[in-house]
Nanobody, 124 residues
Framework: QVQLVETGGGLVQPGGSLRLSCAAS????????LGWFRQAPGKEREGVAS????????FYADSVKGRFTISRNVATKAIYLQMNNLMPEDTAVYYC?????????????????WGQGTQVTVSS
């Protein structure tokens, strides 16, 4: 059973940085597509970034390009989200997710596995 556990959320001032981590276990296939999503109060969940487990290629939502960086540990399949220049509109619960198979990076897929989420609040 795949399990994903996010850590690293918290309260940060506008312009600040946070690094989210997602520990992964239980993977049985060779490749997965790994992603970060977020959901703000009263809004639908939206994709933030994804990374191909096989070759490390990445995809970002326009709202975070140039500010967020997704990365992964090939051996452990842990994934990270470095968030810089945070803005109040980045406030949300952030989830990591995994999709079985060797897919090009993207956020439109129906991901198979989800973590429980970690709260990120950007406020002065």
């Amino acid at each position: 059973q795949v399990q994903l556990v996010e850590t690293g959320g918290g309260l940060v001032q506008p312009g600040g940085s946070l690094r989210l981590s997602c520990a992964a276990s239980g993977f049985t296939l060779s490749y997965y597509l790994l992603g970060w999503f977020r959901q703000a109060p009263g809004k639908e969940r939206e994709g933030v970034a994804s990374i191909s487990d096989s070759d490390g290629t990445t995809f970002y939502a326009d709202s975070v390009k140039g500010r967020f960086t997704i990365s992964r540990n090939v051996a452990t399949k842990a994934i990270y989200l470095q968030m810089n220049n945070l803005m109040p509109e980045d406030t949300a619960v952030y989830y990591c997710a995994a999709l079985e198979g060797n897919h090009p990076p993207g956020l439109e897929y129906q991901y198979d596995y989800w973590g429980q989420g970690t709260q990120v609040t950007v406020s002065s």
